[in-house]
């Protein structure tokens, strides 16, 4: 059923047709809508689901950790400050091996103040573990709510989907969805190995020596990187059933070009507006978006970009000294190929500020002039000089 | 303790996350515990506030299951006059209520009223008693204290015969309280399934008159329950005046239909229930109705809805203010003089003294000066038998008096008190003589703790504004005289019913059960039991019980 919806409700129809037992969240703009149209779904009973209100999104968390831990497929969302607060506890889901999904909203983090996007959140919580994925359209977040679950649930690893603040989440779009029905075609119940009962009460998560830790540390990392071939899998298997597909990262017209741009989220569509344009005159530019940041698709990324003149990179995110942080995710990731491929840092669009087609020409004039970056990281569109501001 | 170690060759045969190897039941943790929480169902407040003892969060529970006749035989264990206290009682039990301060009490004496009345439109009759004992008792008043008393002892299978002075059964209710509060035809219903029990009745019998102290030794034992039957006076010059009459006297005129000429402007003294009764009552003959009180209204004994009802008729309540003159012409009175008071220093009931304001007179010119400042009791005549103190007949809670075969209660004991405990005492004091006739020792029951604001939870209460009762008309016209309060539909009452929310008493939700880390509470046929072996003294289920049903002690205790 086609349905003109925001890309948060996208999240809660997602949430919807994956048949969630438990979802726990707590409200924060620009993630309200997601939370406000399931706790509807469960208190109609279009959703069969618990719906657990809580204080803050430490508990919100917390509370999804405890139902995903007795074997329930459980789901929250957050943003910001929000996903900040969760810190803690996003840590011990993937300690714990608990397959949680959770939508969060690109916001920027203060202080100060600010409700608009960027990426500085999500990509904070680079360490978690969390698995990552960046959507561009509303169709791609209902979707991914599936594909989250599937990989989640295969590799035992919690996932994180992440979508623009007001760019996406507040923006209507045309989406297929489906119910739980049909959802159970791709996403069958999920089955624990190990969960809480009473009837049968272990313990979990308990104090462990240096002699067994470490090795539980190198399991979620290969599980991580077993994420990767598990989500190409996911991909298929979901093209298969309902005719769509995203792959974990994604090229557009990367054809012969010498030059790609890389993007994630949103940008992604006003980039494929300028490479197009580029390519009308003749230029030989392509784009590689970014859907997976966790586990980072290395093997992908080097065969996209590993015989490329350059790649320029846009981040609307800040590693405050050193750039963006998918630039330092494909610097790193490129290193060891021994190509010393030119790799320019763009900054742009931070707290929500329009990343509009010219700011992209502009990148791409700066990278077209040059042979090699002459800075680390380039902020673009600064003001200086000309500031007009109101004091009112 | 599990002494299962094992050690791991390889990270695959490793789970994916620190697990058990075993079973955690061998680990005790309840020795952890420096607390305890127990199953402690309790007395909700609304029940420890009735003097009557009826169980009222019982009954609502069985009204919510629409099972109306087994609530109403609830009360009536504890008093056979639902229908009338529903309408007359000061409900003290709505002043216990957790929701007063939450939203608004629950409106119990609607819901006591809406199954007494269901109980007489279905025509429900009492169980009769399968004993039978010989016993004759005696009951001296037929008013509430009274016909409870005979109640009580009936359904116990004692004979019983009451004597009444006057016409009709029903003391103040029938001569006191008027139609406009109390229908006759509900008082006449609860009357008649009471004396349904089989007790003999002589009602225009006076004892100490028509018959004598002496005629009531063939009795096993008799029940003094006279009530107050004398007005006081005001101790006036001219009181005799033509158009000066007792409030009680005008009000037994009223509910026995003689007629009564109060003429057009009426002054009623006093600030109880009995000056309301009476002012509202002369509203209705069409005069202009001014009530003297001679302290405030924060100060006046009457029932506060009472009050509040009276002012919304139409009458003006002149506070600080006393008669101190009846100024007469040919023998009719004329015109009230009347002194202006302030509150002085407590007095020892409490409430501030009400002293004159020295050179404040005013006048009332009235037709009629009806005086209810109080009733006095008139037991001398039981002076041979029993003890008196001012008047009053001196005994204990459960009607014990200085005579091992004579028990009294209600206003001739307590003083101007109220119908619940008229009600109250006849019951108790049936209690005491039914056990004294059997040789038995009394004891009356202990109570069980009564749940504490503090118990519950109220977080779990939905907030639902209490039900209005709709009233009659208006005070003119041809049903002037018809109750006021007309009652709830069942419809109203169900929605009121929601609003109880059971207090100290485990209605089996299940919470402390859901909430308790430890999955140490256990339930078995609605009881919830706590294994301490496990129970580590987080005492989470005692916060969320939303009732209050756990309690709490010290470890060790």
Known sequence: ?392 | MSDQKKTFRDEKEMPLSAVSATDMRWNKTGSWRNVKPYYDPKTSPCIAGCPAGENIQGYIELAKGERYEEAVRLIWQNNPFPAVCGRVCYHPCMDNCMRKEFDGSVFIPAIERFLGDYAIEQKLKEELPKERFDDKIAIVGGGPAGLSCAYFLAKRGYPVTIFEAKGNLGGVLRYGIPEYRLPKDVLDAEIERIVDLGIDVKTNTFVGKDITMEDLAEYSAYFIGVGLQRSRRLGLENEEANGVMAGLEFLEAMNSGKPVEIGKRVVVVGGGNTAMDVARSALRMGAEVTVLYRRTRAEMPAIEDEVEEAIEEGVTIRFLATPVGIITSNGNLKEIKCQEMQLGEPDESGRRRPIPKEGAYFALKTDSLLVAAGEMPDAECFQSVVSLNYGLIVADEYGRTSHEKVFAGGDIVSGAATVVNAVARGRGAAELIATEIQGGIFNPKTEKKVVAIADVNTAYFLHKRRATMPRSEGTHGNNRFAEVNLGLTCEEVQEELKRCYSCGVCDGCDNCWVFCPDVAIQREEGVYTIDYDFCKGCLICVQECPRGCLSVESEGK
């Open chain 1, 1 to 392: 059923m086609k349905i003109v919806i925001e890309g948060n409700h996208a999240l809660s129809y997602g949430a919807k047709a994956a048949n969630v037992d438990v979802v726990s969240a707590y409200p924060i703009t620009p993630q309200t809508q997601v939370v406000e149209k399931l706790s509807e779904m469960c208190a109609s009973g279009e959703l069969d689901a618990k719906f657990i209100k809580v204080e803050s999104e430490h508990s919100a968390m917390a509370a999804v950790v405890g139902a995903s831990a007795a074997g329930a497929r459980a789901f929250t969302a957050t943003s910001s400050q929000g996903l900040l607060l969760m810190h803690e506890i996003l840590h011990w889901a993937v300690g714990a091996r608990l397959p949680i999904v959770l939508g969060n909203i690109n916001r920027a983090v203060g202080p100060p103040w600010s409700i608009w996007t960027d990426q500085n959140d999500s990509l904070s919580q680079r360490d978690t573990g969390l698995l990552q994925y960046y959507c561009e359209s509303n169709q791609e977040v209902f979707d991914t709510v599936l594909l989250a679950f599937k990989v989640s649930e295969t590799v035992m690893l919690p996932t994180m989907i992440v979508l623009d603040a007001f760019f996406l989440s507040h923006t209507s779009e045309i989406v297929e969805v489906f119910g739980p029905e049909e959802g159970a075609k791709f996403l069958p119940p999920f089955k624990p190995v190990d969960y809480l009962t009473p009837d049968n009460p272990m313990a979990f998560g308990n104090l462990t020596s240096p002699d067994s830790y470490y090795e539980l540390r190198y399991k979620i990392n290969k599980d991580t990187l077993r994420a990767l071939d598990v989500a190409k899998e996911a991909d298929e298997e979901f093209e298969k059933i309902y005719g769509r597909s995203y792959g974990i990262i994604e090229e557009y017209r990367t054809e012969g070009a010498d030059t790609i741009l890389v993007t994630s989220g949103t940008v992604t569509s006003t980039a494929r507006a300028v490479v197009d344009a580029w390519r009308d005159k003749g230029r030989k530019l392509g784009l590689l978006k970014m859907r997976l940041f966790r586990p980072f698709p290395i093997e992908d990324v080097r065969r996209v970009l590993g015989n490329r003149k350059k790649v320029v990179v846009i981040d609307r995110n800040i590693g405050f000294s050193i750039g963006g942080i998918w630039a330092q995710e494909v610097k790193a990731a490129l290193w060891n190929m021994r190509k010393q491929i030119p790799i320019f840092g763009f900054i742009a669009g931070i707290g929500g500020r329009d990343i509009t087609p010219d700011v992209i020409n502009e990148i791409l004039d700066i990278a077209d002039r040059l042979e090699y970056p002459e800075e680390e990281v380039y902020w673009i569109g600064v003001k200086d000089g000309q500031i007009s501001y109101s004091r009112r």
